[in-house]
């Protein structure tokens, strides 16, 4: 199918790390992305990674890629009151223009 | 650099009223674009998305039509509002297969 999987709820401490996991459906996606969204905005894109990597860093965030088991994972660390929001991983769906995006995990960091 | 506009920001209609929701962009040429809703505290659905002039793919069956009249608009449409159509309406744009970036979305309540 189509779905990918996120979980719905994290919750951190300021100051600690954040891992955000996600289950993507197409193994052949050239691109995987990570993008945030704050109450009643669009989203934003944070990072992406190209399927021929394992692992991408900036700043604060690391994104690890797991093609075998089709798993994206996003790492905050250092996480900050900033970061609470919905986090989306999204892939584009191989041989056409979709995107597909996950059910959204929501971080609240706690002060 | 490239920008994406949205309006209104925010919508209230009665049920069975008509709506008209513009999304514009700038600085990029025949680029894709994407009609998203997403329900309170849910993920995206891909609506509609174009990827040229007078092109529409539609993906959801209902009452809701979606039209690209210039390179750089889409707009989305409805003869008669329904309750279920309220919603938080995202327009993005891409790059074929490359990143694709949300504008700031347009709250919809239909009552």
Partial sequence: G????????????EGDSSVINCTYTDSSSTYLY?????PGAGLQLLTYIFSNMDMKQDQRLTVLLNKKDKHLSLRIADTQTGDSAIYFCAEILSG?????FGTGTRLKVLA | ???IHQWPATLVQPVGSPLSLECTVE?????????????????LQLLF?????GQISSEVPQNLSASRPQD???????????????????CAWSVPIETQYFGPGTRLLVL
């Fill in chain 1, 34 to 38: 990570w993008y945030k969204q704050e």
């Fill in chain 2, 72 to 90: 750089r608009q889409f707009i989305l449409s409805s003869k008669k509002l329904l309750l279920s159509d309220s919603g938080f309406y995202l």
């Fill in chain 1, 2 to 13: 189509e779905d990918v999987e996120q979980s719905l709820f994290l919750s951190v401490r």
């Fill in chain 1, 96 to 100: 056409t223009y979709k995107y597909i």
């Fill in chain 2, 49 to 53: 998305y174009s990827v040229g002039i």
């Fill in chain 2, 27 to 43: 600085g990029t040429s025949n680029p894709n674009l994407y009609w998203y809703r997403q329900a309170a505290g849910r993920g």
């Fill in chain 2, 1 to 3: 650099s490239q920008t």
